[in-house]
């Protein structure tokens, strides 16, 4: 709608859709928010759009007016940002989601992005600040309850970047579980698998064991930590998804 256009003269999308297409408001609210409608050619989603009448609106052909299923999206986190709201000078990882942050993937199933899919999002599963790699934001409740009661006993593969000199017989002793000081002594962590993935780079594969709990288990052989990449969660990795952006968890992938 152009400047001069007086705001009398325009009328929400979603009322114009309603009259145009003999629908419930709804029912018209339903397909703008699906992408389900254009105006003037493009693909509009918000239904308090205000259109013309000199605008033209159309609905893509035997579209039905239905609720958007939700989805999963898997993030490679830059190190420096939280998953979860942004406090300070620190961002948001969240802020990085959007059509144009979606990775470039071969897939069988491509998926239209709409603004809905980045709104009720919850996180889970985090990872400490400085690292970076696999995070994952969901609506599907199926999903949050699988990571949110499982989680921690779903295995992580982690690669940690480290420097010195590691004790003899160091990686033995995480591999069979190492005792760290805890709030009453000691406690024992889990077995885990550890080896190098080269001279300066090892790889965790851990189940019941936070990854924030690495620098610790590092520290106690002799290994300072100096990066932190998580590439996998369960079944589900990171694929070839570059730093900084996102791909939707596929129906038949599974944690």
Known sequence: MSESQPETQSIRLSKRLAEQEQCSRREAELHIEAGNVQVDGKIVQVPETRVSPAQVVTLRQGAKPEAIPP???LMNKPAGMTQGPA????????SLLGEATKAE???PMPQLVLNQHFKHLESYLTIPLPASGLIVYTQDKRVARKLAEEGMWLEQEIIVGVEGKVHEDG???LQDGLPIPGG???????PCHVSWQNENHLRF???GIAPEEIERMCAAIGLTVTSMRRLRIGRVSLAKVPEGQWRYLMPWERF
């Open 105 to 107: 993937l071969d897939t």
């Open 71 to 73: 989805v999963t999206i």
């Open 87 to 94: 406090y300070g000078r620190v961002r948001s990882a969240h």
């Open 184 to 190: 009453n002594g000691h406690r024992r962590l889990p």
């Open 205 to 207: 594969a851990l189940k």
């Open 171 to 173: 990686l033995e002793l």
